[in-house]
């Protein structure tokens, strides 16, 4: 499961709808020059402002030619006109942090109302104030209303939760949508997180309006006596409207097909952004009418863009069968690039509308084999290598995404696999292609060539889930196991002289923890276990590595070759000192070299699979956690991490040879490494720098500075253009494909899927950036109605400055009487975890509740509206304040203020300590309290943190509420599951039980609309495995997990639902509807915000009512027995 936890979930939906007249949709180029996209309408009396270019425009409601308003190199959106008509609000990005800002409807300079960074405007109140939906106040990680004017007052509406807001004429009641938009991109969502419109009239709880519809409601808006806002009610989203109380609902619009996406409201006429345009409704008449716009624009991100460094789209890079180049894939393109400078750098082919995936050269270094989508399906071609000449289609029967593949030595091969975990391999000579096997576990891997080209090795996934090495007999097609099952095994490579087959396996099995006694029942862990072994493909085989003795003494001519080779090393290194007749002497030996290895009949290779698996043997090296095991003539070179999830690592080699060496560190910090073909040369890569050495260069000689230098490959030229236009479009195509090809249902829960790229496909010819191709993308997705569909990322336009905010770890409040800030609440942190406490909670620092903050770095705090204001760009530097105390003189205080991101962990600390404080309290420590955010590696440390501790208590509460998923439910879950079922009573003292650890208690866990995910699919197994009592409210309804590997040519993303869940009964679990609770209990927004947490408790009621019921004692000993003997 992925999902990432983020400041604030402010995933902006885009939507459209289907009823666009064909002739718009199909307008011709004259006409599409001047139309663009069109999103978040604000309408006021007869003035239109709306989102295209990622700015914002000004146009007439009847329409015509768009004046600009903004032109930031960020996002402006998010529009809102005041109810005076002068003054528009929005969102925008001009130091970094989407914040809010305002600017008259004329135009002119935007004026910054806000430093929170993730401020929205939502609307106006009547009185002129604007509301803005922050996360900046809340502890846990909710939007909330605040409502700011003109001269930077501020009042935060009392809502623990609240977005898109609409005042009534007379401002006594204020409708808001309760939750921000669930953050995946689906259609007709029913889950237990839809957006609701809740009325609040200020001092009593708010009420729900809309909470009869199991789906969508929100974009709340006020005309006449009547709140008119958008629902899915018929499956599309339309505008419906209602009575203040929520009744007499009306369908107002009626769109049949792209939803709309989001309304304004003024003067009888709802204007709404649908498709690519926006559409005006007339709220007397009910027509509906497409406002007629064009952009007076030179369009400039659909200009001809520069990609200055490709490395950043990196996608494969291969090095040529002599290593004199590399053949690099970038932004979906191909290039090979020289190991010299002086070479040339050839862009196989350019078509910004096809997607290559990888490419390498074939055998004959005079082509390269690249997997292209110019059919509209990923096939392998052809290419010329030098760049000329026309490319060769060579398969052509694809129906899903292929994988790179291999060419065997001579050419006559090409194995690869596919998405449907299938092995195939073509034929080059007839152009024939072979289905091999199909996995039903995973992916084959580690596709491997035997030096005769008539044996395959590869690597598949058993029933058991273990790595088995597997070899095909090209001929014949016979596979055969030439690996056990019960140990992975991977990397398989063969020698050169076709007589051993290597590889890596885990069987180096020594647990660096030795017994489960201690705290934290500690866990059998196995590290560095993985060893090189190899295989002696025939019988009588002696290994290389074994020293020579009186039965195998040394032959005269390994006596000669090894003397060859130190004179040439002697020779190398004259050379490297600038000896000229050195250097040609090394020419002319590796040319004397190079004409024997042509001459030389390659090895015909035999496998005799009778007693194969008695002639497995370990190499000489220690184990470790190794990777990519690959072999030169003389050496093999694996990849050495000191930790299983380090993606950098030290390339060792080791010598194939009896001397007994150890094996060398060629260079550290290394990503990856290969081979070339003739087993001569060796391409690094180290950061973002790629270096083409000798196969056989030591650490010695990769390490050395001059060395370096000599074989870095140069990039530094390496750019190119792309056409947007184009790229947009096979950027949808190819998200389109992905999705298909990644899905887990290959038949797309029902969805006519070719038809769904027929209806969006038109919408991107009207699409100028980024952005707003993520927006037809987001859409089309979300006809699939399944979740954990996340559309974000591409090459955007970026702000062109990034100021980040710094903050000081408390909630302020400007006081012009007081004289600047009073510091109202420092956020609470573990006092045992003094690493997280915030600034003024710091003795070197200490400000104090009720102070107040007059200057800051000798500006007067009044100065400005905001205190973060002055701190701008200051995370982690030292910031001087004047601080006034509350009886006393003014003292100056030097702190370090913190980024938006720490401040919103420490306000999430803060929640966090609250409720344990408040379980402890409640329940005289009788009951532990741990709360999850995620289900990720900080979460499972935060259960060692917090768990590990109260074990032994009589009531424990799990607060999964807000939990944004992951992974590790199954360990939280086993340890649940453990049961006491001996006592150990030593002498003296208490007893302890067996297993250990094991919770005796009572448990319960808390959900809401926001546990999601892998947080579910734990609530879940609570409650079927009878671990204990569910309390809150349904949850989010996302249980089809992803991996997250679709990416796109330029970094973008459109995640695929991949693997369902389901039950032993045979139904689909959670997906579409989320976890019920046993018990249902709601926080409600007003009480909330006032401190009430019903929830949780709740939980501490009902636990007090189990201990009490049953109590769990830990049993005392039996008495001791009477063991004596009467003589």
């Known amino acids: 499961m992925f999902r990432g936890t983020t400041l604030r979930r402010t995933i902006s939906l885009f939507a459209f709808c289907l009823a666009v007249p064909v002739s718009l949709l199909a307008a011709g180029k004259d006409l599409a020059a001047h139309r663009g996209f069109y999103s978040f309408p604000a309408v006021h009396g007869d003035t239109v402002v709306f989102t295209s270019e990622g700015d914002l425009w000004s146009v007439p409601l009847a329409g015509g030619a768009a004046r600009r308003l903004t032109s930031g190199s960020g996002l402006e959106r998010h529009a809102t006109i005041s109810p005076d008509g002068q003054t528009v609000a929005f969102t925008a990005q001009y130091e970094g942090p989407a914040e809010a800002y305002t600017l008259p409807i004329l135009g002119g300079v935007p004026r910054r109302r806000t430093w929170n960074g993730d401020a929205i405007p939502d609307g106006w109140t009547p009185d002129g104030r604007l509301i803005v939906s922050t996360s900046r106040y809340a502890t846990l990680p909710d939007a909330q209303l605040v409502l700011l004017g003109e001269h930077g007052e501020q009042e935060t509406v009392p809502l623990a939760t609240g977005s898109e807001a609409a005042y009534s004429t007379d401002g006594k009641s204020l409708f808001f949508t309760r939750f921000e938009k669930q953050f995946s991109y689906t259609k007709r969502y029913q889950g237990g997180w839809p957006e609701t419109i809740w009325r609040f009239d200020g001092h009593s709880e708010a009420v729900p309006l809309t909470g009869d519809f199991a789906g969508t409601s929100h974009n709340p808006m006020f005309w006449n006596g009547r709140v008119y806002f958008l629902s899915d009610r018929d499956g599309v989203m339309n505008v419906y409207s209602m009575d203040p109380q929520g009744k007499g609902v009306k369908q107002e619009s009626h769109q049949h097909g792209f939803d709309i996406a989001s309304a304004s409201v003024s003067d009888g006429h ?13 709220l007397a008449t009910g027509k509906e009418a497409i406002i007629p716009i064009t952009l007076l624009s030179d369009f400039e991100q659909l200009r001809e863009h520069w990609v200055k460094k490709p490395t950043d789209y990196l996608t494969s890079v291969h090095l040529s069968p002599d290593g004199g180049s590399a053949v690099f894939t970038a932004r979906g393109e191909v290039f090979t690039l020289p190991a010299k400078s002086s070479g040339r750098t050839v862009r196989i082919a350019a078509d910004s509308a096809v997607r290559f995936r990888s490419a390498r050269f074939l055998p004959d270094g005079k082509s390269i084999l690249a997997l292209s989508t110019q059919t509209d399906e990923t096939e392998f071609w052809k290419y010329p290598a030098n760049g000329q000449g026309k ?194 002497a090394v020419k002319d030996a590796d040319k004397e070299k190079d004409d024997k290895a042509k001459d030389k009949k390659v090895a015909e290779v035999k496998i005799d699979f009778a007693g194969l698996a008695a002639r497995l043997t370990e190499v000489p090296a220690p184990s470790g956690n190794f990777r990519s095991l690959q072999i030169t003539d003389k050496r093999l070179c694996w990849l050495s991490s000191p930790d299983e999830s380090e993606p950098r690592a030290q390339l060792q080699c080791l010598d194939i040879a009896n001397k007994g060496d150890e094996a060398d560190t060629v260079m550290s910090g290394v990503r990856s490494f290969e081979i070339s073909a003739d087993r001569k040369k060796m391409l690094i890569r180290k950061e973002e720098n790629f270096y083409i050495f000798d196969a056989d260069v030591k650490g010695s000689g990769a390490g050395d500075p001059k060395a370096q230098a000599k074989a870095q490959i140069d990039l530094s030229h390496w750019t190119f253009a792309v056409d947007p236009r184009e790229e947009f479009k096979g950027l949808f195509n190819d998200a389109w494909r992905l999705e298909r090809d990644y899905f887990y249902d290959p038949h797309m829960n029902g969805v006519d899927w070719k038809a769904m790229r027929v209806r969006y496909a038109p919408l991107v010819d009207r699409v100028s950036t980024r952005e707003e191709l993520n927006d037809v993308i987001s859409q089309m997705v979300s006809e699939l109605s399944a979740l954990h569909t996340f559309v974000r990322g591409g090459d955007a336009r970026m702000p062109s400055d990034k100021i980040d905010l710094a903050t000081l770890g408390a909630r302020l409040r400007r006081d012009e009487r007081a004289g600047g800030f009073v510091v109202e609440h420092i956020y609470l942190h573990d006092p045992d975890r003094p690493d997280t406490a915030p600034p003024f909670a710091r003795p070197e620092s200490l400000v104090k509740e009720g102070e107040v903050i007059v200057g800051i770095d000798g500006a007067d705090a009044l100065s400005v509206s905001d205190e973060r204001d002055l701190l701008r760009g200051k995370a982690g530097q030292q910031v001087m304040l004047r601080v006034k105390p509350v009886a006393g003189e003014i003292r100056e205080v030097l702190v370090r203020p913190v980024s938006a991101r720490a401040e919103f962990d420490m306000r999430y600390n803060d929640w966090e300590y609250s409720r344990r404080v408040t379980v402890e309290s409640a329940s005289a420590s009788h009951i532990g309290y741990v709360h999850l955010r995620a289900m990720g590696p900080p979460d499972i440390e935060q259960w060692a943190r917090e768990f590990d501790p109260i074990y032994n208590r009589q009531g424990l509460i799990i607060d999964v509420r807000h939990n944004d998923g992951g992974n590790i439910d199954s360990w939280l879950l086993g340890k649940l599951l453990r049961q006491a079922w001996f006592y150990w009573q030593p002498r003296t003292g208490n007893p302890t039980w067996n297993m250990q650890e094991a919770f005796r208690g009572h448990v319960v866990v808390l959900c809401d609309q926001e546990t999601a995910s892998d947080g579910e699919a734990f609530t879940e197994g609570v409650k079927r495995l009878k671990i204990g009592t569910v309390i809150g409210t349904r949850t989010w309804g996302g249980e089809i997990w992803l991996s997250a590997n679709n990416r796109q040519a330029d970094g973008g993303i459109a995640t695929a639902a991949e693997m369902a869940v389901y039950g032993p009964e045979g139904k689909w679990l959670i997906e579409g509807h989320g976890v019920d609770p046993d018990v249902v209990v709601d926080n409600l927004p007003h009480a909330s915000f006032a401190g009430e947490d019903k929830q949780l408790q709740s939980a501490i009621e009902l636990l007090k009512k189990q201990i009490a019921a049953d109590p769990r004692p830990v049993p005392p000993p039996p008495a001791y027995p009477d063991k004596s003997f009467k003589y």
């Not at 709802?270 to 007339?282: E, F, K, M, R």
């Not at 500690?522 to 090189?532: G, L, N």
């Not at 295989?535 to 040394?554: I, K, T, V």
């Open 270 to 282: 709802i204007v709404y952004a649908c498709g690519a345009d926006l559409w005006s409704l007339d």
């Open 391 to 584: 490319p060769e289609q060579w398969t052509k029967d694809a129906d899903v995404l292929r994988w790179d593949g291999v060419s065997s030595p001579d050419g006559r091969w090409l194995a690869h696999t596919d998405k449907k975990q299938q092995l195939w391999v073509f034929d080059t000579k007839s152009k024939t292609e072979k289905l091999i096997a199909k996995s039903a576990n995973d992916d084959f891997s580690n596709l491997s060539w035997s030096p005769d080209s008539r044996w395959l090795a590869f690597v598949e996934a058993g029933d058991n889930q273990f790595q088995q090495a597997r070899v095909l007999n090209v001929e014949t097609g016979a596979i055969t196991a030439i690996t056990s099952d019960r140990y992975n095994s991977s990397d398989p490579v063969w020698s050169t002289d076709g007589k051993w087959l290597y590889f890596l396996s885990d069987r180096m099995l020594k647990t660096s923890v030795q017994s489960p006694w201690g705290s934290r029942q500690p866990d059998p862990h196995f590290d560095r276990s993985v060893k090189i072994y190899q295989l002696a493909l025939q019988p009588d085989q002696r290994s290389p590595f074994l020293p020579y003795d009186e039965l195998h003494p040394e032959s005269k001519d390994k006596k000669d070759e090894d003397k060859k080779d130190d004179k040439k090393k002697e020779t190398e290194k004259k050379a490297a000192a600038g000896d000229a007749k050195a250097a040609d």
